[in-house]
C-alpha cells in the first residue's frame, strides 16, 4: 500500500472518530490517492488536485467543487505528515449553491399530505396496514422533526409510550439520542401499534415500527415514490407547480422552523435556545441548524419584533 493511500485510511480513521461517516469521501480520496501515484508526485499539489477534480465531464458545476473541498480537508491533514504538500485555494473553482433553500410545509399541507396517505386505495390484502403505517411515519417526521432514515430503523423496543419517549438508536453519526413526543403523538401511535398487531397476528413479521407487506423494513425508495405520488395528488407537484417539488426531508426543516417561532412567540431566547434544538435534531453542531432557519420570512418578522420592542424608547 502506498503512502499516500495509507494516509487516506488514517484520515478518514482520525475524522470518523469525531462522528463523521464520510462514506462519499473515502472513494473519492482513494482515487485521489491512485491519481497521485499514478503521475509519480513526490507531494500533492494545487495544481495536482485541481486537475483530478476536474476530471469527469458532463456532470453538474458542484460537481468539481464536491471533489476538490473533499481533496482540501484531506491535504489540511497530509500537510502535518509532509510541508510541502499545497492545500487547494477555497476560490480555485466557480462558488454554488451547495444546499437548495428549504420548502416549508404550512399545516394545512401537511395535514392535505397525512389525509391523502391515511386514505390511499388497497388492492392487496397483505397491503391492508400500509395507509395506517404511511400516515404514521410522515405524521411522526413532522411533529418529531426525525430524520426519514431514524423513523425507517425504530424498533418496537424502541418505542415507550408510557415515558412518552422514542430512542434513536443508529441516528446520523451513529449518535443515540431521545425524542420525546406529546400525548397526541402517543395515541396516535398506541393505536398504530394496535392494528400492526392485529394485521399480523400470527404471521411472522421483523420488529421494526413501520414495516412493509411482507413484514420487512420498509425500503427508502418505496417511502420517497408513495411520497411523490401523494405530493402530485394534493397538488405539490406537477405541471403547474412554480417552486421546486418539495423534498420529504424538508418535513424535518418545517419542524425546526415551526419551533423556532414558537419560541419567539412565548418570547423565549432563541439563540439561547438554539443549542437545544440543535441537539434534540442530532446535529453536530449548531451551524448545522442555522441553515435550516435560513430563508423564514415569518423568523425574521418575528425577529425584528423583538429588535424594535428592545428598542422602544431608546430613539
Known amino acids: 500500500m502506498s503512502t499516500i493511500t ?3 485510511y488514517d484520515y478518514l480513521e482520525l475524522r470518523r472518530g469525531h462522528g463523521y461517516k464520510l462514506q462519499t469521501y473515502q472513494p473519492l ?6 491519481f497521485v501515484q499514478h503521475h509519480q508526485a513526490d507531494y500533492v499539489t494545487q495544481e495536482l488536485a485541481l486537475k483530478w477534480a476536474q476530471l469527469p465531464q458532463n456532470v453538474k458545476p458542484g460537481s468539481w467543487k464536491y471533489r476538490l473541498t473533499a481533496v482540501r480537508g484531506f491535504t489540511q491533514y497530509l500537510k502535518g505528515l509532509d510541508p510541502r504538500t499545497q492545500i487547494p485555494s477555497p476560490d480555485l473553482l466557480p462558488s454554488v449553491p451547495s444546499r437548495p433553500i428549504p420548502y416549508l410545509y404550512s399545516d394545512q399541507t401537511i395535514e392535505a399530505l397525512l389525509d391523502a396517505a391515511r386514505n390511499m386505495p388497497v388492492r392487496n390484502p ?6 395506517w403505517t404511511l400516515y404514521c411515519l410522515f405524521g411522526l417526521l413532522s411533529v418529531s422533526g426525525m430524520r426519514v432514515g431514524e423513523v425507517r430503523r425504530l424498533r418496537l423496543e424502541d418505542v415507550d409510550l408510557k415515558a412518552a419517549v422514542l430512542t ?4 446520523k453519526n451513529d449518535n443515540e439520542r431521545y425524542v420525546p413526543l406529546h400525548e397526541t403523538t402517543c395515541a396516535v401511535l398506541n393505536d398504530y401499534i394496535k392494528r400492526r398487531e392485529r394485521h399480523w397476528h400470527g404471521q411472522p413479521v421483523s420488529d421494526y415500527l413501520f414495516v412493509s407487506g411482507n413484514g420487512k423494513m420498509l425500503h427508502y425508495e418505496s417511502i420517497l415514490r408513495t411520497f411523490r405520488q ?3 395528488q394534493i397538488g405539490l407537484r406537477g405541471k403547474d ?11 424535518r426543516h418545517s419542524y425546526a422552523n415551526k419551533v423556532l417561532a414558537d419560541w419567539y412567540r412565548n418570547d423565549q431566547d432563541p439563540e439561547r435556545m438554539l443549542p437545544v434544538l440543535s441537539t434534540y435534531l442530532g446535529h453536530v453542531s449548531v451551524s448545522s441548524t442555522y441553515w435550516y432557519l435560513q430563508n423564514n420570512p415569518a423568523l425574521m418578522k418575528h425577529a425584528m419584533t423583538r429588535l424594535e420592542h428592545r428598542w422602544e424608547g431608546q430613539l
Open 6 to 8: 495509507q494516509a487516506v
Open 29 to 34: 480520496l482513494l482515487n485521489f490517492a491512485a
Open 126 to 131: 397483505k397491503d391492508a396496514l400500509r395507509p
Open 168 to 171: 434513536v438508536r443508529a441516528g
Open 230 to 232: 401523494l405530493s402530485h
Open 241 to 251: 407547480v412554480k417552486h421546486r417539488p418539495p423534498r420529504l426531508h424538508e418535513l
